[in-house]
């Protein structure tokens, strides 16, 4: 307990100063990447998520991001010969990466590469997943005139294992969650 007061008294300290916060939302097409023919892979609906963000940029061209998606989508699992019934599912994402980002202008395009933790939840009681994901972002940051509002554009992409139907079943399918996605921000 004392060791959590600390760092968060010595928190106080740390210079909020080129740091963004955003939400937004953002439409999810999850594909495969690779399918093997007896292997399942999973195939989700298109959904609407929503994308929270804090990015820091404590240098010119450089800084980190850290991301919480949460998203309820239906979740089906097929192999080259059959399918599943799509089922509620529900996926949150902990994730975070680097930033390169320039300026043109007033905009900000940026990139950003990392990784992080997906977790799928059926709402029936089933027990949840969880993936290890690798992060790819990309998007540019327009700013209001008052320049510490503006709106972010951007990709957000996620690459998995793909999901069994069952959590004793593995698959070593991958897939790839893509999201246009688009935010308000406030930079401080």
């Not at 928190?11 to 916060?21: E, G, I, K, R, S």
């Not at 399918?35 to 892979?41: F, G, N």
């Not at 599912?89 to 990466?97: I, R």
């Not at 940051?141 to 320049?147: A, S």
């Amino acid at each position: 307990m004392s060791c959590c007061l600390a760092i968060a008294g010595h928190a106080q300290y740390y210079p909020v100063q080129n740091t963004d916060l955003s939400i937004g939302g953002a439409e999810q097409f999850t594909t495969p990447i690779t399918t093997q023919v007896s292997q399942l892979y999973q195939a989700t609906t298109r959904s609407t998520a929503i994308l929270a963000s804090v990015k820091e940029h404590p240098s010119a061209f450089a800084g980190f991001e850290v991301n919480y998606q949460y998203d309820a989508l239906s979740d089906a699992h097929e192999t080259a010969n059959s399918s599943s019934t799509p089922a509620p599912t529900s996926m949150q994402e902990c994730s975070g990466g680097y930033l390169i980002h320039a300026r043109l202008g007033s905009l900000q395009p940026f990139l950003a590469v990392g990784g992080g933790e997906l977790y799928f939840e059926n709402p029936n009681g089933a027990k949840g997943d969880f993936r290890t994901t690798g992060l790819l972002d990309f998007g540019v940051d327009i700013p209001f005139p008052n320049q510490h509002l503006g709106v972010t554009l951007q990709g957000h992409t996620l690459y998995y294992h793909a999901l069994a139907p069952v959590s004793e079943m593995q698959s070593t399918n991958w897939v790839a969650t893509t999201e246009p996605s688009m935010a308000f921000y406030l930079r401080f």
